[in-house]
């Protein structure tokens, strides 16, 4: 399971995530990561931070959010596998920033992923754009800035591919009822982890 972060797990700001402090789970993500953590989902987070970039945040700074983030995640029941930041700006035209799947390709190659495999939650047109080229089944959530709602809506009726929830909660339950339906066997935390999709 691909999540990115701002908009999906946390609350998105125009001016950028600079600092814990400025960091702010969005409603129901914490219960619906410990859910998918529960039935047998390897949780990866792939985030574009060009405030790095920008000069705005520094990169140790990032580490250091994503620490205390997974920290909080793990109190609530839910385990981050790895985080991948691409902390360029778009101008430097790298392959790690979405909507180019470069982040999604490191990951799994190094965890050993089979990314038709997997899912991913994303909440801008990017986000789905990356796991599209990859063969990941996407899932696009408008719970980022103000309009955001529009554009997601705009996107799936053009692209066909993504799945629209209204937040990760929505996502979560409606992945995990996806793949319980779709394996054999009795109890659906079982039956996922024997699938082992990421």
Not at 3 to 30: C, M, T
Not at 33 to 47: A, K, N, P
Not at 112 to 117: F, I, Q
Request: hydrophobic share 35%; glycine share 10%; with cysteine.
């Amino acid at each position: 399971m691909f999540l990115d972060r701002d908009g999906v797990i946390n609350e998105e700001r125009s001016d950028y995530v600079k600092s814990w402090q400025e960091f702010r789970f969005l409603p129901g993500a914490l219960e619906a990561l410990s859910s998918l953590t529960e039935v047998g989902f390897r949780l990866f987070v792939i985030t574009n931070q060009s405030a790095i970039g920008r000069g705005l945040v520094s990169a140790a700074d990032v580490r250091e959010i994503h620490r205390r983030m997974i920290v909080e995640i793990e109190r609530a029941g839910g385990r981050i596998a790895q985080t991948y930041c691409c902390p360029h700006t778009p101008e430097q035209d790298c392959e790690c920033r979405k909507p180019r799947p470069g982040l999604l390709v490191r990951a799994a190659r190094e965890c050993g992923l089979e990314l038709t495999r997997c899912y991913l939650i994303g909440d801008k047109p990017t986000d789905i754009a990356a796991g599209e080229a990859v063969g990941c089944q996407c899932v696009l959530v408008p719970s980022g800035l103000e309009g955001r709602p529009t554009e997601c809506g705009t996107v799936s009726l053009h692209r066909g591919g993504a799945h629209v929830c209204e937040d990760i909660g929505e996502a979560a339950a409606w992945i995990i009822q996806t793949e319980s339906e779709s394996v054999s066997g009795v109890g659906s935390a079982e039956r996922i982890a024997r699938s082992a999709p990421c």
